[in-house]
């Protein structure tokens, strides 16, 4: 019996081991994607808006439009991709939009290059000149491609197509190509052994250090920070309270202590739920050990919303700590000041943030050069949606429905249950100017009929504002469940129902959510 036992033990062994997977078992792809800058000029149209009192503001003749674009090839001559847009010059500070791009690249001439684009999205400023807040914005020019960056100039029309905002314009870019090194998504939640044995030059490449945070701010308002009035800026009133933000970040290292960033926040304390931020910048870390590590950043970009009329460019310098208690995660404390340039709005502030700290794409730590043990797969979904929400509670007018283009992520924490981040912009229903911003929880099952569907649901909770929208100070709550229809490993049609209420708020409205969803593997680097 006991010859019987140490020969299925060693069976039992033998195929734990047999089953032991390496990097030639990861179908790895590599996408030269990139990161554009663009900045847009129109004219404004000629108007005053009259209050009841008497008194009048006229709008300012042009505004400044600042866009941070993410583009992915799809084939060597064309892209899509996922933008944001800002208020930058004028009075139209707090203008914020979301969309999607399609756009073609070919060479003229060695570094010349014709490219155009058609950007279709949602969001808006003053209601009363975007209506819904549907946006195309369509262009063509020239691009000049050196090796790390690129420029260019572009002539182009932006419409909001459902108000009167918009018109021909000239723009430029800055380009600045980055490299999306992944796996496919059927090897999720995997590990795999590093050794010595593998055969795709892939590998050869250094991993790349990244973070990811949720940004918990205060704003302490200061100077000459006053309000919007309502709609009646000469109604406008100084702000002395504290101001709520949660926001979103993420970095990507260029070298061992210097990083690029962007990030995206939002109020759900303190006024009316509208106001919004967006910036992008550099970082670098001074004092770093094991556990500690000293940072300050200056970042450059747009905010604004329910506060009064600026042209919404805006600087934040800022400087802080993390304090790192395992390999992946750590607490950030930082301090900064929050300042529009060539307006009123400034504010000091303060903030915590729980950081995720990543080494992916290849088997080297990029600060040493150390082989690392293993790679570990986490799958990623990147989507596209259209949502529809009936019956929506705004201020000064019947309900209504609301159209709404929405970006989601979700990050699988197992191969069931996942974490989801989404925004999502109107843009037809009267309440352009509407955005929300949501993180949530879900979980999905396994795939069935012939591996093409698969089910889901989700609890998720934000915050929300704009476009008059009843919203309160903004928070919302949004449970929801679907349907994916999966056309490959990598790519699936999916729909899905939900009711979003506000809790400070008088919406209670019942949606339906359409789209796309294309998934891949993060490679996780483990030292």
């Known amino acids: 019996m006991k010859k019987l036992f140490l020969i299925l033990l060693l069976m039992a062994s033998f195929q734990l081991f047999s089953q032991d997977l390496t990097l030639n078992d990861i179908t790895t792809t590599e996408l030269k994607n990139s990161i554009r800058l663009n900045h847009i000029f129109i004219n404004q149209p000629d108007i005053t808006y009259t209050y009841g009192d008497g ?50 690249n070919l060479p003229i001439y060695k570094k010349l290059f014709f490219d155009a684009n058609v950007h279709f999205g949602g969001g808006g400023g003053f209601r009363s000149l975007v209506n819904g807040g549907a946006i195309v914005y369509a262009n063509a020019g020239l691009q000049y491609k050196l090796e790390n960056i690129s420029f260019g100039v572009q002539y182009g029309y932006l419409d909001f197509i459902t108000g009167i905002q918009g018109g021909n314009n000239v723009s430029f870019f800055v380009e600045i190509p980055t490299t999306l090194r992944a796996g496919s998504y059927k090897d999720a939640q995997k590990e795999f052994i590093i050794d010595d044995n593998y055969t795709d030059d892939f590998w050869e490449k250094p991993a790349v250090k990244s973070v990811q945070q949720v940004k918990f701010d205060f704003f302490f308002p200061m100077g000459r920070t006053r309000t919007d009035g309502r709609g009646n800026f000469n109604n406008a009133q100084p702000i002395t309270q504290t101001l709520y933000i949660i926001g979103f970040e993420y970095q990507r290292y260029i070298n061992t202590n210097t990083f690029l960033y962007a990030h995206l926040d939002t109020m759900y304390s303190g006024l009316r739920a509208g106001f919004m931020d967006m910036f992008f910048g550099v970082g670098k870390n001074f004092i770093e050990t094991k556990y500690v590590n000293f940072f300050a950043k200056f970042g450059l970009g747009a905010a604004g919303g329910r506060i009064f009329p600026e042209n919404g460019l805006t600087m934040y310098p800022s400087a802080g700590f993390d304090v790192r208690f395992t390999e992946n995660f750590g607490l950030s404390f930082h301090g900064g000041y929050h300042r529009s340039l060539g307006a009123t709005f400034e504010a000091l502030t303060s903030g915590v943030s729980l950081k995720y700290y990543g080494l992916s794409g290849g088997s080297k730590n990029p600060s040493n050069n150390k082989k690392g043990k293993s790679i570990k797969t986490q799958g990623v979904q990147i989507g596209v949606q259209n949502q529809t929400y009936f019956d ?136």
């Open 392 to 527: 929506v509670a705004i201020l000064d007018r019947a309900d209504r429905d609301l159209q709404q283009i929405a970006l989601k992520l979700n990050y699988d924490i197992t191969n069931r249950i996942y974490v989801s981040g989404e925004a999502s912009f109107a843009y037809e229903g009267g309440a352009g100017g509407y955005a929300h911003g949501i993180f949530g929880l879900g979980i999905k099952s396994n795939k069935f009929l012939n591996n093409k569907i698969s089910l889901f649901a989700e609890a998720a909770a934000g915050v929300a504002g704009g476009g008059g929208v009843d919203s309160g100070e903004g928070v919302l709550v949004r449970p929801s469940a679907g349907v994916n229809y999966h056309v490959n490993d990598n790519f699936n049609f999916n729909i899905s129902a939900g009711q979003m209420w506000s809790p400070f708020g008088n919406v209670n409205s019942t949606n339906i959510n359409i789209g796309f969803t294309y998934s891949l593997s993060v490679l996780n680097l483990k030292k």
């Open 55 to 104: 008194s009048t503001y006229d709008l300012r003749p042009k505004t400044g439009i600042l866009g941070l674009n993410y583009n992915i090839p799809l084939n060597d001559w064309l892209y899509t991709g996922a933008g944001f847009h800002a208020a930058s010059i004028g009075d139209q500070g707090g203008l914020f939009t979301l969309g999607v791009n399609l756009g073609v």
